[in-house]
């Protein structure tokens, strides 16, 4: 594609694996099938080795993950330069820990259908600013967005019912959020470390039901005697367990609904915001941004457009195999028959520009002519009675890319032609928009077919002299200024 360099991976779920593919063209990287990506390891496959936090170059890495039986379960396209992903239409899950870490990935397209976004699927994406969660997704995995630092706002669709531990946690860069009606579980750490965190709007009617800390107890150690032994006593820690961080109270603007704030102003956690406001209703949001509406319209539009160029070169190749089918197809002829196609050379919806010059206001296009000359041909060819060796002889001066065909000089000599309207050295032609009778070449090989095809005074009495001329009987011409007749091959042979 355009010298491009393109690699593919099989990366669907266990048993599925080919029903999706990865396909990394340059810098974007496109995942199409059906079902569920495939899932991957992480650093914690490796028995404990914890190595790079953010992405390293594989020569980096230490030896004991480079040696590690599980480092080839890696996303194939882990340590590939990658600036833009596009998951498309079909796939119903990203996997775990798909990008992780892939520190070059600026944008994320996730189409209507996707359901599941896995664990530390985009964990470490550090470039990514922003991505428009589908309004399908039902379930936000742990660490899924962790770390992703340039990350400005996220909004949670309305059919996400729980946002796991540590989702959005680092994310330094992240300014608004917005949950969704059905948002009612938001895990320990979600949100932590978002430290430019200004607004939370929450569409919920009921308030998250939300542990800001969590009270455990431990065993430690009291005193130790060598003779009476060691001493222990049981403590009581309290760990803050807030979806944010402590400071989301003084700091952070909350919204809810109108008919939600007195819930809200009354519900442990969210009570002590001490910037709390109402808006009135649910907002044309529904989980799907404009833009994001607006790229899963654009990615659709490319798809109809792909498949109407599949349709089209399949319908060609069709077009194509019929005209060969009739050209194949053996028929003696009919002279009135011939006649009659050879007479479109003069209709200009007919074939008359294969031999005439262009004549028309309009620009001349090549392609767009040869596609209506086969129709023609088709359909003239099924429903005359054309001799075989004239159907052959279209063919090769129309349509063959290498063509080879035999036609007379202006001697009425048989000479070899290797051109034709498809040749490879006519393209020219369709680029200048010029009909290739203005190209002296060609112009003589449209003579030679003109030559070959319709015998008109006054070559007619030069072809007869030459073919009689080792006679010796007489032959007697008469009113040969009024005869004119088709023929398609070589006349010696008849």
Known sequence: MNGMNVQTWECGKE?????????LEGTTLTISGQGEMADYVSERAFGGILFNSFREPSSSLPSEVLNHPNFQKFAPWYNESI???IIQQGITRIGNNAFLNCIGIKSVFLPMGITTIG????CGCTALTDIDIPVSVISIGYKAFNYCTSLNNINIPNNVESIDYYAFLGCKSLKTIAFGKNVKYINSGAFWQCVLLKKITNYRLTPQLVKKETTISITKVKEKDKFTGTKYCKEKLTEWTSPFDKNVFQNILLQV??????SYSHAPFWSEFTKIESIEEFPL???NTLEQIKKEISTLEEEIKDYKEEIKSKQKKIDELRYIEIIKRGAVGNPKDVAQFMSLFNQRDGLKYLTHDFDESSEFDRTKFLEQVRNVCTENFNQLNIPTTLKDLINQFVFEKTPKWTAFDNQFNTKEITLGWSASEMEESNDSKLHPIKHAQFSEIIKDFRRTTRIESPNLETLINKVFADETFEVEKKNLSKADFYTHANLRQH
């Open 285 to 287: 949001w529904d989980g």
């Open 257 to 262: 609904l109108t008919t939600a704030l007195n």
């Open 15 to 23: 048993e599925n694996k080919s029903t999706v593919i990865a396909t």
């Open 119 to 122: 664990e530390k699927s985009f």
């Open 83 to 85: 600036l833009k992903v």
